[in-house]
């Protein structure tokens, strides 16, 4: 069992460009979360998805951040138009049906850097 | 070594010490509390966790406390080791919520 795997682990963009977060689940989590991280703080709650549904997306920034969570393939991430302040490590957790946060597993991260 | 609350975010400890990190949350209706793990360039991990019924657990070399008169939550971990240098959070979770709110974090250095 591979984790949950994200990618790239490390990202630069420039001011205004577009960023993809890649987030693959465990095995047998259809239950997706995004958290922001910035330097030298707690996690941050984005976003919840499962399969094809958007289920709680109160802690999004209302433009420019977008998450899906397609039938096939990882969630996404998306940032657009990036600035200076969505430089941070946005991590994703993957759960099973029912558990929640209790079976919560997080990836390593993803680590944007905007210049 | 002690923290105390999330206005100490830094804890060094000597090899072989006992640790306290501290966490006052905020939420009176929290029922479910977790401590996770952070190394550097890693993502949380799991260390422990406590229900709102219980006011003691025990993992290995790792105690939880949870005093919901004050909502005050504690991680110990005993024979503190240079391995367990990490960022530490806890976390609350309110009844019914799959989403748990983290703290700011406390560092813990361990000097060999």
């Known amino acids: 069992n591979a984790g949950v795997m994200q990618n790239p682990r490390h990202l630069v963009r420039r001011r205004g460009q577009e960023a993809r977060l890649r987030c693959s689940p465990m095995?047998?989590?259809?239950?997706v979360y995004w958290y922001r991280q910035l330097p030298e703080e707690g996690l941050k709650f984005m976003v919840y998805?499962?399969?094809?549904?958007?289920?709680?997306e109160s802690g999004m920034p209302k433009e420019r951040f977008s998450a899906e969570f397609p039938k096939e393939g990882p969630s996404i991430l998306r940032i657009q138009q990036v600035v200076r302040g969505d430089s941070a490590a946005y991590f994703c957790a993957s759960s099973r049906p029912g558990t929640g946060n209790y079976g919560y597993t997080f990836g390593s991260g993803t680590r944007l850097t905007v210049v | 070594g002690e923290s105390v609350g999330l206005h100490l975010p830094t804890l060094s400890v000597q090899e072989g010490d006992n640790s306290i990190i501290n966490c006052a949350y905020s939420n009176s209706a929290s029922d479910y509390f977790i401590w996770y793990k952070q190394e550097s360039g890693k993502g949380p991990q799991f260390i422990i966790d406590i229900r709102s019924n219980m006011d003691k657990r025990q993992g290995q070399r790792v105690t939880v406390l949870l005093n919901k008169t004050v909502k005050h939550l504690s991680l110990q971990i005993a024979a503190t080791q240079p391995g367990d240098s990490a960022v530490y959070f806890c976390?609350?979770?309110?009844?019914?919520?799959?989403?748990?709110?983290f703290g700011r974090g406390t560092s813990l250095i361990v000097h060999p």
């Open positions: 095995k047998g989590h259809s239950h």
């Open positions: 998805l499962q399969k094809e549904n958007i289920i709680d």
């Open positions: 976390a609350e979770n309110m009844r019914g919520s799959y989403i748990p709110t």
